[in-house]
C-alpha cells in the first residue's frame, strides 16, 4: 500500500534527521569541553567552570575530590552516579540545572574548608 510505504519513508526520514541532531549536539559539547580542558590547562579550576553537562566523575577528577564525596553530599542514590551529567540528574529531580551546580559548588565549598 503506498500511504503506509510513506508513512514509513517519512518515519525513517524523522528518525535519520533526529540521529544526526543527535551527532551534531555531541560535536558541539565535545568542541566546549576541549576548549574548557585547554583553558583548565592554563589554570587551575574555578568553581565558576562548573556546566551542565559535565558528569560528577568529571567534576571529581576536575577538582580532585574522592569519588563519593558528592554523592554523600548531595544525597544521591542514582545508579548512574558518577557517571550521569548534571543536567541529566537534575532533570531527573525535577530541579534546574542552576540549581544542583549551586548545590555542587556548596559542596565543594564545604569539603575545602574541612567542614
Not at 535519520?16 to 576548549?35: C, K, N, P
Not at 568553581?47 to 575530590?65: A, G, K, R, S
Not at 564525596?69 to 531527573?92: E, K
Request: contains cysteine; proline residues 3%.
Amino acid at each position: 500500500d503506498l500511504n503506509f510505504f510513506i508513512a514509513v519513508l517519512a518515519f525513517a526520514c524523522l528518525l535519520a534527521l533526529w540521529w544526526t541532531f543527535l551527532g551534531i549536539r555531541d560535536i558541539y559539547r565535545s568542541e566546549q569541553r576541549v576548549e574548557l580542558r585547554d583553558a583548565l590547562q592554563h589554570r587551575p579550576a574555578a568553581l565558576d567552570d562548573i556546566q551542565p553537562w559535565m558528569t560528577f566523575d568529571y567534576i571529581n577528577v576536575l577538582f580532585h575530590l574522592p569519588k563519593t564525596l558528592l554523592q554523600a553530599s548531595l544525597g544521591i542514590t542514582d545508579h548512574r552516579y558518577p557517571n550521569i551529567t548534571i543536567i541529566r540528574y537534575a532533570h531527573s529531580r525535577y530541579i534546574r540545572s542552576q540549581t544542583l551546580i549551586q548545590q555542587i559548588q556548596n559542596a565543594i565549598n564545604q569539603y575545602r574548608s574541612g567542614k
